[in-house]
């Protein structure tokens, strides 16, 4: 037998975080040109919304497929404090300049001056329109392919709206080149190191945040809310309530994500948050495995790498081979590549052992 | 004076589908600590009436359960006045374990605090529920892998930690064997008195055994209502069940399974 399985399942989650950190912060710097650990940053950013959606989908059962939307409110948080920090007090930034439209810069801009400001609004910004819509909806029972409907449409109001007011939002272009944050030049290799360190330490941070409230009652009852609605309803719990905490916990999430992929990147765009990459997030989720904790984590970093790799060499068809991974692990592996590993083992073991909470998953969502 | 003593009584209630009456005009009192029977043929409206006084469906009428008014509020808040049910077909969190699906059973009202954190030891009165209901060695199975007795169990374990003092129980022996059937009904016996028990139930061996009143429903309203002895006699029971084959005391056998 594997001696890793007599562990206690705390010793094997430490076990499992001091091997992540090893990985993170030692081999990969180690290891990659300092081109290719800013791409592992950037990969550890969607890594980060796939936590986030998780949590959400994997064990609530929530379909987010508009995580775009809070990526982007984190994001352009960041990004408006980076830009005004380039210019300088009392400057605008470049781009209102060069339009030539503003005499002044606009009042909901000013306060993203103030870094604790901007930084607080990356992740309480996303929270409180998650928080907002969530209340709306989960309260009047919008479910399954609706709720999936409805945060692709607020995605695509937020693309709008943002192209839309090009003088104050920088338009299709976004917000790009940014130079320093928060006084450290970021063309200089070290500090987009540092940039690549901060990111890891928060991923496996909300890594060991997301196991503990999957492990606590709260994450066990997501998951009776997942599978059975009805019934938690009668057993005196409000699943309008349960469910919106998942939410805003992965709102929050894909906020200070977008706001971490800014310095690491460089730009924010429309481009970057719409409907196409709030679907990018949702597959590389169910493709690692949505409702293990680790599965989003590896399935988005594996996607991406793989969008990286294959649309430099077959530009194109990038989108068909996405589409069909997706379509093969719903109908074939519904557990994702994480599941690979429970299903090798019952079969050398060929007693099947009981599942962990959650692991098993229903495709029905999916379908729906 | 029952009624806030935690007895239900129901003044009448009307369930309309569509321009179908399910449910119509139903006075009902069950006094604290009975164990009710309610039968009646396939259709009658009983699972439409549990329906009605748990919020799961809109009804005109009153149901009363303790002094308070439950019609009109929302499925979570009669729960938590202390109404569970259980459903014709069992309805447990598959993918949880026994004692998971007993734990949220009983966690309502825990803060956000307590929820946010593990469960530490097995609350006492979870640990009291798997004796009851016999499942202390099975507690860390899967509740999907139960087998169907001890699933309709659970589900009773489930309303006894929920702290209900009404529990609804749709059919709960359906599918059992005798033995299950006889062990479900001394669990009900034990749980009655202490609570109101209400128990949709079609097998006479087993109301006959276990009943301390029955109610009779047909076409959405009450027929009879009494002892088993009462309901049993009554002509009108028999003529709905058997027509007129008076003296036949295996009324609903053919045709009431759903
Ligand atoms: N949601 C519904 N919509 C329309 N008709 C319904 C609905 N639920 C139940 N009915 C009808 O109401 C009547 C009573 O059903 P039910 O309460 O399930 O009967 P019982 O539990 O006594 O067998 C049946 O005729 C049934 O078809
Ligand atoms: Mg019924």
Redesign the pocket.
């Known amino acids: 037998m594997n001696p890793l399985t007599n562990l206690s399942p705390r010793v094997r989650a430490w076990l499992g975080f001091g091997l992540g950190a090893v990985v993170l912060f030692a081999a990969a710097p180690a290891l990659l040109t300092d081109f290719r650990l800013s791409l592992l940053a950037k990969y550890l950013c969607f890594a980060i919304v796939a936590v986030g959606i998780g949590l959400a989908w994997g064990r609530g059962g929530l379909l987010t497929l508009g995580q775009g939307v809070f990526f982007g409110l984190g994001g352009y948080a960041m990004a408006m404090h980076l830009k005004l920090a380039d210019a300088g007090e009392g400057n605008m930034p470049d781009f209102m300049e060069l339009y030539g439209q503003l005499d002044e810069l606009p009042a909901w801009w000013a306060p993203f001056a103030n870094p604790v400001f901007a930084l607080a609004a990356t992740v309480l910004l996303p929270m409180l329109v998650a928080f907002g819509l969530g209340s709306l909806v989960f309260r009047r029972r919008v479910r399954g392919a609706y709720f999936a409907i409805l945060s692709q449409a607020l995605a695509a109001a937020m693309v709008i709206l943002l192209i839309g007011q090009q003088g104050t939002t920088g338009g299709t272009n976004g917000l790009t080149d940014i130079e320093g944050f928060f006084g450290y030049d970021l063309d200089d290799p070290v500090n987009q190191r540092m940039v690549y360190f901060i990111i890891a330490g928060v991923l496996l941070a909300l890594l060991a945040l997301t196991r503990q409230l999957m492990h606590s009652r709260y994450g066990e009852l997501l998951v009776a809310v997942r599978d059975s609605e009805e019934r938690v309803r009668f057993l005196g719990y409000n699943p309008a309530n349960v469910k919106l905490v998942a939410y805003v916990v992965a709102a929050g999430m894909a906020g200070l994500a977008g706001a971490l992929f800014v310095p690491a990147v460089g730009i924010i765009s429309p481009a970057l948050i719409g409907i196409v990459p709030s679907i990018e997030f949702v597959i590389g989720v169910a493709v690692g495995g949505r409702a293990a904790l680790l599965g989003p984590v590896l399935g988005a970093v594996a996607v991406a790498w793989a969008k990286t790799a294959l649309s430099e060499r077959f530009p194109g068809t990038w989108t068909y081979l996405q589409g069909a991974m997706f379509v093969l692990v719903v109908a074939f592996l519904p557990g994702g590549l994480a599941s690979l590993w429970g299903l090798l083992k019952r079969r050398r073991e060929a007693t099947p052992p009981a599942p962990e909470v959650g692991e098993r998953v229903l495709v029905k969502e999916v379908a729906a | 004076m029952s009624e806030t003593a935690g007895g239900l009584s129901i003044r009448g209630l009307r369930v309309v589908?569509?321009g179908?009456v399910?449910v119509d005009g139903v006075d009902l009192d069950v006094a604290p600590g009975d164990l009710r029977f309610l039968i009646?043929p396939?259709?009658?409206?009983?699972?439409?009436?549990v329906d009605a006084v748990t919020g799961l469906?809109k009804a005109t009428g009153s149901a009363r359960f303790g002094g308070q008014e439950l019609l009109g509020r929302d499925v979570h808040r009669i729960a938590r006045l202390g109404v569970g049910r259980t459903f014709q077909t069992a309805a447990l969190f598959e993918e949880l374990t026994v004692l998971q699906n007993l734990d949220i059973a009983a966690g309502a009202g825990r803060s956000p605090w307590t929820m946010l954190r593990r469960r530490g030891a097995v609350p006492d009165d979870v640990a009291y529920a798997l004796e009851t209901i016999g499942l202390t060695e099975r507690r860390d199975v899967l509740a999907g892998t139960l087998a169907h007795g001890q699933k309709q169990w659970l589900e009773i374990g489930m309303l006894l930690v929920q702290n209900a003092r009404l529990l609804l129980l749709d059919e709960p022996v359906a599918g059992m064997s005798h033995e299950e059937r006889e062990a479900t009904g001394e669990l009900l016996g034990k749980v009655a008195g202490e609570r109101t028990v209400v128990v949709?139930e079609h097998d006479m061996d087993f109301l006959r055994r276990f009943a301390h009143t029955v109610t009779v429903?047909h076409a959405g309203r009450v027929l009879s209502e009494g002892t088993v002895a009462q309901v049993q006699s009554d002509p009108k029971v028999q003529e709905v069940y058997l027509g007129h084959a008076a003296g036949h005391d295996e009324p609903v056998a053919q045709g009431a399974e759903?």
């Open positions: 589908f569509d179908f399910a009646g396939n259709g009658a409206g009983k699972t439409t009436l469906v949709i429903l759903t």
